[in-house]
């Protein structure tokens, strides 16, 4: 099975800041990676798939890069509404896998 | 509009059996692939099962496997999940999803979930 690690678990940051999370998979999947965002008792919502695309009615501060076993979502300028848990999910093989999670919180 | 609406959770012994559904609508059901995705309190999301549009390419994640059975009635457009000998670690709130479209697999839309609780 493919291994998603995503860092960082957790980061501190605030409104304005460029902000970048990464998701390394245990061998390629070439561009099958979405990214999700998630707040507390909500759905995951779709940010990012294929790697760099960008699902309809997401802003353009969201960005998604990468391929084979690097990735990364970058947020280009952290909005108040940004504040969640984001989580990677490779989609090559399955069983598909989700990275553990990077909670953004405000320092 | 996609809809997808989850049922069947509920309180369960462990060691004991649980039939969820997933009843969609605003789209065409038996061109997508469908999972279903859980996420125990307080932790992240685990992909549980996919299932392709013909049935014919099925997948479970190892804490499943041999205990869990995905199934799809195209023609209800109704999504299931056998649970089998479940374990307190089966616990979470399990999510329906389906595939973006037919070329990428993706989960893109969500349900809001049905709560398993199993516990003695």
């Known amino acids: 099975d493919i291994q998603m690690t995503q860092t960082p678990s957790t980061l501190s940051t605030s409104v304005g800041d460029r902000v970048t999370i990464t998701c390394r998979a245990s061998?390629?999947?070439?561009?099958?990676l979405a990214w999700y965002q998630q707040k507390p008792g909500k759905a995951p919502k779709v940010l990012i798939y294929?790697?760099?695309s960008l699902e309809s009615g997401v802003p353009s501060r969201f960005s998604g890069s990468g391929s084979g076993t690097e990735f990364t979502l970058t947020i280009s300028s952290l909005q108040p509404d940004d504040f969640a848990t984001y989580y990677c999910?490779?989609?090559?093989?399955?069983?598909?896998?989700f990275g553990q999670g990077t909670k953004l919180e405000i320092k | 509009e996609v809809q997808l609406v989850e049922s069947g959770g509920g309180l369960v012994q462990p060691g004991r059996s649980l039939r969820l559904s997933c009843a969609a609508s605003?789209?065409?059901?038996?061109?997508?692939?469908m999972h279903w995705v859980r996420q125990a309190p307080g932790k992240g999301l685990e992909w549980v099962s996919g299932?392709?549009?013909?049935?014919?390419?099925?997948g479970y994640a190892d804490s499943v496997k041999g205990r869990f059975t995905i199934s799809r009635d195209n023609a209800k457009n109704s999504l299931y999940l056998q649970m089998n000998s479940l374990r307190t670690e089966d616990t979470a709130l399990y999510y329906c999803?389906?595939?973006?479209?037919?070329?990428?697999?993706?989960?893109?839309?969500w349900g809001q979930g049905t709560l398993v609780t199993v516990s003695s």
């Open positions: 605003g789209f065409t059901f038996n061109d997508y692939v």
């Open positions: 061998q390629s999947v070439s561009t099958w």
């Open positions: 299932i392709s549009w013909q049935t014919d390419n099925i």
């Open positions: 999803a389906n595939a973006r479209d037919h070329y990428d697999s993706s989960p893109a839309n």
């Open positions: 294929k790697a760099s």
């Open positions: 999910q490779q989609y090559n093989f399955f069983p598909y896998t």
